[in-house]
């Protein structure tokens, strides 16, 4: 499975954008879809998940009420709607396909796009 992640930039504090990752191999229907984040000199942490049909979703208590995460199965593509952005939201941000709903950890997850920047301004 290979993952192309794109939509990431610059935006100012409370602004929005949306993350989009286009899975290319496998069955997309079958992953688990995640959505991890790593700021400079920190650990990659977890952002949001959703399972792979009927679809259920996960999210970290610092995004919670604030990121979407979605699916299209048809488009073999996961989203993440980030609202209300803050600086500390600041970061690289890797989509991942794995197996397991609900995993938190990395490790859980057996591919990794390749990042795209997140930068929120104060």
């Known amino acids: 499975v290979q993952l192309q992640a794109s939509g990431g930039g610059l935006v100012q504090h409370g602004g929005s954008l949306r993350l989009s990752c286009a899975a290319s191999?496998?069955?997309?229907?079958?992953?688990?879809m995640g959505w991890f984040r790593q700021a400079p000199g920190k650990e990659r942490e977890f952002v949001a998940a959703?399972?792979?049909?009927?679809?259920?979703?996960y999210y970290a208590d610092s995004v919670k009420g604030r990121f979407i995460i979605t699916r299209d199965n048809a488009k073999n593509t996961v989203y993440l709607q980030m609202n209300s952005l803050k600086p500390e939201d600041t970061a690289v941000y890797y989509c991942a396909a794995g197996y397991l709903f609900v995993a938190v950890d990395v490790r859980r997850y057996d591919y990794w796009g390749q990042g795209t920047q997140v930068t929120v301004s104060s």
């Open positions: 191999g496998g069955t997309f229907s079958r992953h688990v």
């Open positions: 959703i399972s792979g049909s009927s679809p259920s979703t």
